[in-house]
Each structure stands twice: as C-alpha cells, then as structure tokens.
C-alpha cells in the first residue's frame, strides 16, 4: 500500500483515482511522441548561446506512479559547452540521472515523461529541441551525437557475445554503408584508443574473460564508437578500485581533447569533479541550486547545502574526529514543500527562507545560487 501526504497510507480507492489521472496524462504525451513523420518544424530551435553543445532549460521530468506524481527533475537550467566538462554533483535521488535520462530519452516509459522545458542540442549547423522530439528521431542521434558511458559495464554489455561483436554492431547500425572489413578495423581501433593493449586478442573475447577497468574501457569504446558530441558519463568508475579508477578518468581526459567532444559527468565524488570539471552543478531535490567555474565551487561555496558537501569531504593531512555529515533527510519527491526543500535542514536559515522557493541570484557571470542568503547582494561571495 502506498504512503499517503501526510505519512498515512493510500486507499485502494485514492490509488485508483490516482492512476486514472495518471493515465490521461500520459496517454495524451505519448500520443505525441509516437507520432510518425513529424515535421522538422516542430522540434527545431535555437541555441541560446553557440558555445553551448547542450542546454537545459527549465526542464521538468515526473514519474507518475500510483503513489502520486514523482517530480524528480523539476525546473532544471544549465549549459554545457562545447568542449568542457561538467560535473553534476548531489546526493542520491536528486535527479542526475534523470536528467540526463532525459536528454537521451531513455526514461523509463510511459510513467517516465518531460512534462516541460526544453533539452537544446547542437548540431553545428541547427539545434534540436529534445524535449520536442518524436522518439523514433532521437534514436538518429544516439551514439552520433550524444551517448551515455553507464556506471555498471556488465550491465551495458552482453555476456554472449564477444567483444568485437558488441562493438561493430554498434558501429552497423549507425553506419549502414561501413563494410565487414572497416568495421573490424575501426573495432580494433577503438579498443587501442581506449588503451587495450591486446586489443586482436579482446576482439574475440567474451565480457567474463576481462577485469572490470577491462570491461569499462570497453563500454567507453562503445560509446566513443561514433564520435559523439556529447558523452554522459554517469557514476563511470565507482564500480572500479582507485588505482582503475585513476586510470579510466585520465582515459576520459585524454579522449576528450582528442575528439573535442564535451562531457556530463555525473558523480558523488567530489575529488572526482576537482580533477575532471571545468563547471559544477550542484543539484538537491531535482533542482540545481549553485552552479559555477570548478574553482568558483570549491573555492567559494556559497549554498549552504554544497557548504555542507564540501564539510563533508575528508581532506588528506586534515585530522578531525568526525566527518560532518549533512543532518536531516530529502523532502519527500511527491510532496515537495512549497518553500525552500533545503529549508529542514538548513543551519544558516534567514527571515525571508519561510517565503517561496527562493530565485536564482548571480554571484558572478557564471557563479549562480538560489538561496536567500544572497538576495539584494547580487555580488556578495561566501
Ligand atoms: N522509474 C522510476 N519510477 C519512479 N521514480 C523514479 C524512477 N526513476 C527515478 N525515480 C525517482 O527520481 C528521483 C531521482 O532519481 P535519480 O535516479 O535521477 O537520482 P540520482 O541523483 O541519479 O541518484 P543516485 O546518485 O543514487 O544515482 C528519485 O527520487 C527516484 O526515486
Ligand atoms: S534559502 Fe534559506 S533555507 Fe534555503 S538554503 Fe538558503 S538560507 Fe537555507
Ligand atoms: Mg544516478
């Protein structure tokens, strides 16, 4: 039985009703989506700025369960530019995942649906609005523009069939015209890129012969295999030990300057962000609340949540009894409260954090917050 608002429990009636409201919603969004021959016109747009490969904006992704409408992405904006890195940062649940879910339409549908908002993509010569888009379309774009490197390798690749397989099937279906021979040579290719020294002898192994880094390297090809634009690389190492770990990252550094593509990098790891990002997003409760340069972040924190984060980071050399630890719980993603959702757990609370949820404030041209604390001292740091 599902939990009601106020923490009772749902009737088999309300949960009924629940999903017939449900229901109409989206029957009626993925009418629209499964529509054929959609014209152009109709999820063409612009970009904002042309630096940009993508851009988020105000992008609202909900569940519908049974229990009620889960709002797990739920006004997010920001950019992600050509050629750079961007961290996305959060505890578990905030929507990271999600979001870049979204971007690559492989929510898990039909409860999954962008309700609002628009995902823009650049592709050089027009932009595409995601959020817009048929999904017979966007499968045009997966792995040509943007693909997605997932956290768990074993789940990304199948157990029987070998390696080079997995990898030319890819390669065949983005690629009709490639010939046998091209394919097996491009396999080859992008298993030495990923630096797989054996790569004749990997071609024709099966994922249980390799080691984990093995077996990530190789997901990292697949998604590599295209010369996509974008990569998401959602939690890619923390399946791995930290020698691998260190390894996969200066894999990813080194590939993006080598095919100039730019990066979302999902993580709770701080560290990681520091050696990766050139921008932050810090994201809690399905809404980005700080974002800025990797330095203005981590030198100036100015939301009290990522204040917290960064209290909560140990710090080598740095001897302390406790590592702090952010006290309180996420707001429930069905009922969020209609004023700040970090406000429960806030120990830096001013007069005006009872009023709605606070708007975005410039620290500087590209340090943002939404947070009380800074309003009418636009530029006012930490
Ligand atoms: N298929 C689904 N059905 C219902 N709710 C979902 C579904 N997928 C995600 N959610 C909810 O959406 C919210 C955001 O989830 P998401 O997976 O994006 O979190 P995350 O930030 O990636 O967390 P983690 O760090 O644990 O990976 C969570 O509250 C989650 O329960
Ligand atoms: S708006 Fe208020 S409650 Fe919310 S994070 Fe800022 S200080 Fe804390
Ligand atoms: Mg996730």
Redesign the pocket.
């Known amino acids: 039985m599902a939990k009601n608002k106020s923490e009772g429990y749902l009737s088999a009636k309300e949960s009924r009703q629940i999903a017939k409201a449900n229901r109409k919603v989206i029957n009626d969004l993925e009418k629209k989506r499964k529509r054929k021959k959609v014209p152009e016109s109709e999820y063409l747009t612009t970009m904002h700025d042309d630096k940009n490969a993508v851009e988020f904006d105000n992008l609202h992704t909900y ?1 519908f ?1 049974d229990a009620g409408v ?1 709002k ?1 992405v739920d006004g997010v904006t920001f950019e992600v530019p050509v050629g750079k890195t961007v961290g996305v940062v ?1 505890e ?7 979001t870049s879910l979204s971007l690559m339409q492989l929510l ?1 549908r039909p ?2 649906q962008i309700v609002e908002g628009e995902i823009r993509l650049n592709l050089g010569d027009k932009a595409y609005d995601i959020a817009k888009m048929p999904y017979e379309k966007l499968q045009d774009l997966r792995g040509n523009f943007v693909s997605m490197i997932f956290q768990e390798p074993m789940t990304a690749l199948n157990p029987v069939f070998r390696i080079g397989a997995q990898l030319e099937e890819v390669l065949e279906l983005h690629n009709k015209d490639m010939s046998k021979d091209d394919m097996k040579k491009r396999t080859i290719e992008l298993l030495e890129m990923v630096g797989i020294a054996n790569s004749e002898g990997v071609y024709k192994m099966f994922p249980h012969e390799l080691s984990g880094g093995m077996r990530q390297r190789v997901v990292i090809a697949m998604a590599l295999a295209c010369n996509p634009k974008v990569i998401i690389a959602d ?1 890619p190492t923390t399946a791995l030990d930290v020698t691998i770990q260190a390894q996969v990252l200066d894999l990813l550094r080194g590939l993006k300057s080598k095919i100039n593509s730019s990066i979302m990098f999902i993580t ?1 790891d701080l560290g990681v962000i520091a050696e990766m990002a050139d921008y932050v997003v810090v994201m809690y409760a399905g809404r980005v609340v700080e974002k800025g340069t990797t330095e203005e972040i981590f030198e100036n924190p100015a939301h009290p949540y990522t204040i917290g984060l960064m209290a909560s980071k140990p710090v080598v050399g740095k001897q302390v009894d406790e590592l702090y630890s952010i006290p309180g719980k996420v707001p429930n ?1 069905i009922d969020m409260p209609n004023y700040c959702y970090f406000k429960d757990r806030c120990n830096m609370c001013v007069g005006q954090c009872d009023g709605a949820y606070p708007g975005e404030i410039s620290l500087s041209d590209t340090h943002k917050v939404s947070c009380y604390r800074y309003s009418g001292n636009e530029k006012k740091g930490v």
């Open positions: 569940f369960t889960v797990s959060g578990s649940g905030c929507g990271k995942s999600v898990q409860q999954g939690e709770h993603p």
